[in-house]
Nanobody
Framework: QVQLVESGGGLVQTGGSLRLSCATSGRTFSAMGWFRQAPGKEREFVAA????????PYADSVKGRFIISRDNAKSTVYLQMNSLKPEDTAVYYCAARSGGGSYILPRAYDYWGQGTQVTVSS
């Protein structure tokens, strides 16, 4: 059974940093991504990373502030979030897929974590 377990969320002030982690159940996926969902809004793409780590698309809203990385030996993907803003407040979800397809569409991913809350206070 595939499991994705996120950790690292919390409460931080504007301008602060957090690092999210997503541990998988020992498998290496073709792509992994981070999405977020704020209250009353649709789930939106944040960042993704290819198997090799050589391709890392970002949403425009986080480009230059967030960095996605993965450690295949540890079956873990990370999201380093810097210069956080109140509008970054959301539940952040880790996602993984085994095949090909879009990096930014939620429906392209096969597996999802339970989510971790990130709250940025002003």
């Amino acid at each position: 059974q595939v499991q994705l377990v996120e950790s690292g969320g919390g409460l931080v002030q504007t301008g602060g940093s957090l690092r999210l982690s997503c541990a998988t159940s020992g498998r290496t996926f073709s792509a992994m991504g981070w999405f977020r969902q704020a209250p009353g809004k649709e789930r939106e793409f944040v960042a993704a990373i290819s198997r090799s780590g050589g391709f890392t698309p970002y949403a425009d809203s986080v480009k230059g502030r967030f960095i996605i990385s993965r450690d295949n030996a540890k079956s873990t993907v990370y999201l380093q979030m810097n210069s956080l803003k109140p509008e970054d407040t959301a539940v952040y979800y880790c996602a993984a897929r085994s095949g090909g397809g879009s990096y930014i569409l939620p429906r392209a991913y096969d597996y999802w974590g339970q989510g971790t809350q990130v709250t940025v206070s002003s």
